[in-house]
């Protein structure tokens, strides 16, 4: 996209495209183009603070695991564990 408005940029430089129809143009462009790169943004922000949950809730489970090794609770809470990381990838 960004080629596209430097080729219309050249294009009205060139007085190939009248410049007030280029001008208002180039501006829809470049606005489109902003909107595109704050949807990526977004998407890779979520898609980040996703992982970021993941990685604390692993660490998490995985630390209660250590914790109660060797506990009756261990098997109990073994399959709590499996269930909710079972859920959190569902809501993915």
């Known amino acids: 996209m960004q080629e596209d408005i430097r080729k219309l940029r050249q294009a009205?430089?060139?007085d190939v495209v009248k410049r007030d129809a280029g001008v208002?143009?180039?501006a829809s462009m470049?606005?489109?183009l902003?909107?595109?790169i704050a949807q990526v943004?977004?998407?890779t922000?979520?898609?980040d603070r996703k992982g970021l949950i993941m990685a604390g809730a692993d660490r998490a489970i995985r630390e209660l695991m250590f914790i109660f090794k060797d506990d009756?609770?261990?098997t109990?809470?073994?399959e709590a564990s499996l269930s909710v990381w079972s859920r959190m990838q569902l809501e993915e």
């Open 45 to 47: 922000n979520a898609k």
């Open 30 to 32: 470049q606005k489109e």
């Open 12 to 14: 009205v430089e060139e």
């Open 41 to 43: 943004e977004e998407f």
């Open 34 to 36: 902003r909107g595109a």
């Open 72 to 74: 009756p609770i261990e």
């Open 76 to 78: 109990p809470l073994e």
């Open 24 to 26: 208002a143009r180039i």
